[in-house]
């Protein structure tokens, strides 16, 4: 998994380990295209489950706008997006979807 996250996104790094840390499950793909979007989420958890990890560009108004029409193309094909915004306390918001970070170890 690290071998996939960006080079230059320490929010990606950041996430992947906290998961192992706390022995949560991680996801199935890192980086992982969507067919018909142009957008590439961070991770991905089968079987329709998005993960972004929000850096510093994220704060861009520009980006945001981008992010969220991005976003809204992937709940209109019925897939569900999670994101983690890097100044939102990450244990706080993995903890809201248990269902998809369980503890598996």
Known sequence: MLRNLDPNSSTERAFI????EHGLRLPDAAQKRLDGI???????YEPRFWVFCDGSPHDDP?????????????LARG????????RENLASAVAKRSDVFRKVR
């Open 79 to 86: 897939d569900e997006v999670w994101v983690w915004h890097y």
């Open 38 to 44: 142009y957008c590439q989420p961070d991770f991905y």
């Open 17 to 20: 380990k906290y998961l192992y």
């Open 62 to 74: 520009a980006v945001q706008q981008r992010d969220a029409e991005q976003r809204q193309l992937i």
